[in-house]
């Protein structure tokens, strides 16, 4: 009997998804290929480990599914960064910006986070570079405290506000604030901010910013920690607070609209809400 975890079956939908958009969108025939042929590779991956499962004896291979989804996640923000096209209008980006100046002069936030001099732009960009690693600090809190099983229902958030995050970037061409205003709201300069705007600038895709992913995949882990690991507290809490650093930090340092990042925080909350449902069945 095939047994999937519901992280296999999110990533498969959105393989699914994604050949779907290289089959139909005018991108170089080679990336439609690699995308169809690696898409369906990891499809049939899953399947193979649904077989596989600790009920015939594969106990090792049980705990390589709680690991492995982890590369994927970074596999699936390159692969719709494989989807950018040329972008022909600035309209979402001179939309989006009007909200920022309203948030970040009118009503202080640039002067908030500022009041301290470097010590709150530093610590916003050093929760920034922190997002990287959340998703491998959800794994390690529920192995931590001896909850593995609740892993896969941990996954089932933070993938499903993570992956059709990715799933929604094609629909909305869009490229980051300090790319489309490069001399404008800029915030304060720092080391951090160096090696932020070097890993963005070197690992990051030009297909979308909205909504957020770093909004989504932050907010959607502390969600997911809080929801199902309510004995411990403070890890959910940790993940909140880092991730609300994270939202400001977006927007202070034009890492992204103010509108991306209300819409990543909109989807971990619409997967919290969703998945509850499935963890049910």
Do not use: C
């Not at 393989?15 to 690696?38: D, K, N, Q, S």
């Not at 959910?236 to 202070?252: D, E, K, Q």
């Not at 034009?254 to 991306?260: G, I, N, Q, S, T």
Request: hydrophobic share 55%.
């Amino acid at each position: 009997m095939l047994r999937f975890r519901r992280s296999e079956l999110f990533f498969s939908a959105y393989f699914i998804y994604m050949i779907g958009v290289a089959w139909f969108r005018p991108i170089a025939p080679e990336i439609r290929t690699l995308v169809v042929t690696l898409n369906l590779s990891l499809i049939l991956w899953f399947f193979l480990f649904a077989w596989a499962n600790k009920q015939r004896g594969f106990v090792m291979l049980d705990h390589v599914r709680d690991f492995y989804p982890l590369p994927l996640i970074l596999l699936a923000f390159r692969e719709v960064g494989w989807m950018a096209l040329p972008h022909t209008s600035r309209a979402f980006e001179l939309y989006w910006v009007k909200w920022d100046r309203v948030l970040l002069g009118d009503w202080g936030l640039r002067r908030a986070v500022e009041s301290l001099g470097p010590v709150i732009p530093n610590i916003l960009e050093f929760s920034y570079l922190l997002v990287y690693g959340i998703p491998v600090y959800l794994v390690a809190v529920f192995y931590h405290h001896r909850k593995r099983e609740r892993l896969d229902d941990a996954y089932s958030i933070l993938l499903f506000g993570t992956l059709t995050t990715y799933a929604l970037y094609p629909l909305f061409p869009s490229e980051p604030p300090r790319s489309v205003f490069p001399t404008a709201d800029l915030p304060m300069m720092s080391s951090l901010r160096l090696l932020n705007l070097w890993i963005v600038g070197g690992y990051g895709i030009h297909t979308s910013v909205f909504p957020s992913g770093h909004s989504a995949a932050a907010f959607s882990a502390a969600f997911a920690v809080m929801k199902l690991l309510p004995e411990k507290p403070w890890p959910g809490r940790i993940l909140l607070i880092l991730a609300t650093l994270i939202a400001v930090a977006t927007v202070y340092g034009r890492y992204h609209f103010a509108a991306d990042t209300v819409a990543g925080l909109f989807m971990a909350l619409l997967a919290l809400t969703v998945t509850a449902g499935w963890r049910r069945l």
